[in-house]
């Protein structure tokens, strides 16, 4: 349209001259000719103002693609570093969930372990009480019967009261019971010979306190009761050594027990910090992991939104430059 007007002003002007002749004999045309100029005035005003919209359009133009190209530019970047970011994260949550597991199962293992222990040493603590009380029992039984058949074997089986004979033969009875219930113990202790004057004594205990040896003789039960002292002396001294290896055997179970226990609480407590520190480090981590696929699917719409704007940007001021 401007270069359709800038035409008809030149042929305008080309024709001034013959119009100013003209004018000398006819007015009327000098007002066509005032108006013209007037026109050529309005119209060079105009393209001026033109000149200006286009010098401010091109800036624009120029501005924004060199922006959004930039933007373009640094998208992709940053989209590339989040992408290398989160397989990084990615693959830690992955290594970090493995090591949380391994270090669960670890814990538990070992709790299980001291659990057990300690249900096995409570176990064993209390067979140890009872087979002690029961040995304790079993010794304080022999050293009363040592402590009363030493009496009647110093003194003189023939002298015994009806009294001294009822309680000889109810120790005796007792050793009888102990022997039969200890018979593995006293096996390498007690000969099969031994076994038989004992019996032979609890089944007739008159035949030792009723005999009537001649004057300065010695009973003929004598040397059966000195056998039967020997005994029973020989069988609290077995029991004794047997509790006190029990219980020195009690004591080293119990402190190996501590040292385990102490072991596996330590082992516990350091798994535990451990699983701490890898839940506390997953769960930053798969915090940074979803922040990071939340920044890349914002900065892809960015990206795409700038994509689209740059195109039609170029269509736009493509369209002002013609």
Same mark, same amino acid.
């Given at each position: @349209?401007?270069?359709?007007?800038?035409?008809?002003?030149?042929?305008?002007?080309?024709?001034?001259?013959?119009?100013?002749?003209?004018d000398?004999?006819?007015?009327?045309?000098?007002?066509?000719?005032?108006?013209?100029?007037?026109?050529?005035?309005?119209?060079?005003?105009?393209?001026?103002?033109?000149?200006?919209?286009?010098?401010?359009?091109?800036?624009?133009? /120029?501005? +924004?693609?060199?922006?959004?190209?930039?933007?373009?530019?640094?998208?992709?970047?940053?989209?590339?570093?989040?992408? *290398?970011?989160?397989?990084?994260?990615?693959?830690?949550?992955?290594?970090? +969930?493995?090591?949380?597991?391994?270090?669960?199962?670890?814990?538990?293992? +070992? *709790?299980?372990?001291?659990?057990?222990?300690?249900?096995?040493?409570?176990?064993?603590?209390?067979?140890?009480?009872?087979?002690?009380?029961?040995?304790?029992?079993?010794?304080?039984?022999?050293?009363?019967?040592?402590?009363?058949?030493? &009496?009647?074997?110093?003194?003189?089986l023939?002298?015994?009261?009806?009294?001294?004979?009822?309680e000889? &033969?109810?120790?005796?009875?007792?050793?009888?019971?102990?022997?039969?219930?200890?018979?593995?113990?006293?096996?390498?202790?007690?000969?099969?010979?031994?076994?038989?004057?004992?019996?032979?004594?609890?089944?007739?205990?008159?035949?030792?306190?009723?005999?009537?040896?001649?004057?300065?003789?010695?009973?003929?039960?004598?040397?059966?009761?000195?056998?039967?002292?020997?005994?029973?002396?020989? @069988?609290?001294e077995?029991?004794?050594?047997?509790?006190?290896?029990?219980?020195?055997?009690?004591?080293? *179970?119990?402190?190996?027990?501590?040292?385990?226990?102490a072991? &596996?609480?330590?082992?516990?407590?350091?798994?535990?910090?451990?699983?701490?520190t &890898?839940?506390?480090?997953?769960?930053?981590?798969?915090?940074? +992991?979803?922040?990071?696929?939340?920044?890349?699917?914002?900065?892809?719409?960015?990206?795409?939104a700038?994509?689209?704007?740059?195109?039609?940007?170029? /269509?736009?001021?493509?369209n002002?430059?013609?």
């Open positions: @349209m401007a270069c359709i007007k800038m035409a008809g002003l030149l042929l305008l002007l080309v024709a001034a001259p013959a119009l100013a002749d003209v000398a004999k006819n007015r009327p045309v000098s007002k066509v000719i005032t108006l013209l100029k007037d026109m050529i005035g309005q119209l060079e005003k105009e393209a001026e103002e033109d000149e200006e919209v286009y010098e401010t359009m091109g800036c624009w133009c /120029e501005t +924004n693609d060199k922006e959004k190209t930039q933007s373009i530019s640094d998208a992709e970047g940053r989209i590339n570093d989040l992408t *290398s970011a989160i397989e990084g994260h990615t693959g830690n949550s992955a290594r970090l +969930n493995t090591e949380i597991a391994n270090l669960e199962k670890e814990v538990a293992a +070992n *709790s299980q372990a001291l659990d057990s222990a300690t249900a096995l040493r409570k176990k064993e603590l209390a067979e140890f009480n009872e087979e002690e009380k029961a040995s304790l029992q079993t010794i304080s039984s022999l050293k009363s019967a040592v402590i009363a058949l030493s &009496k009647h074997h110093e003194a003189s023939l002298q015994a009261t009806g009294d001294d004979k009822a000889v &033969k109810r120790i005796m009875a007792m050793v009888q019971q102990i022997v039969h219930k200890h018979s593995s113990l006293l096996a390498d202790i007690i000969t099969p010979k031994q076994r038989k004057t004992i019996n032979a004594f609890v089944q007739a205990p008159a035949d030792y306190f009723d005999a009537q040896p001649a004057f300065n003789q010695v009973p003929a039960h004598a040397p059966a009761s000195g056998e039967i002292f020997g005994i029973l002396k020989q @069988m609290k077995t029991f004794e050594t047997n509790l006190a290896n029990s219980q020195r055997e009690e004591m080293t *179970s119990q402190k190996d027990f501590e040292d385990l226990k072991a &596996k609480e330590s082992e516990i407590s350091a798994g535990q910090s451990q699983l701490d &890898k839940t506390g480090e997953l769960a930053t981590t798969d915090e940074k +992991n979803a922040q990071a696929k939340q920044d890349l699917e914002d900065t892809r719409a960015t990206l795409a700038d994509t689209e704007f740059l195109a039609s940007l170029k /269509e736009q001021c493509q002002v430059d013609q």
